[in-house]
């Protein structure tokens, strides 16, 4: 899996939660957070279902830039979205 960090372009707060919901709708993207004040947009997806330029391609509206990509593996995700209170408790 892969976690791209990408600068947009003249988004504003309503498309960023229409893109963001949009993006989520696709079963080969795990996460994604778009901030409209930074105009920046974090996007975890799994590279074997979908490629780097289809995400940039939903994005082109925006001007995408990406600034920085990772690969991350699902146990990094999984313990990213847990909560504070749940990762004490595992350990």
Do not use: H
Request: aromatic letters at 8%.
């Amino acid at each position: 899996m892969k976690r791209i960090t990408v600068k947009l372009d003249k988004i504003s707060g309503e498309e960023a939660m229409r893109l963001q919901y949009e993006l989520s709708l696709n079963d080969a993207i795990y996460r994604v957070f778009i901030n409209p004040y930074l105009k920046e947009a974090r996007i975890t997806f799994d590279d074997s279902k979908i490629k780097l330029e289809e995400v940039l391609e939903k994005l082109k509206d925006f001007q995408p830039n990406v600034t920085g990509m990772e690969e991350v593996g699902l146990e990094k995700v999984i313990e990213e979205s847990m909560s504070w209170n749940n990762k004490l408790k595992a350990y």
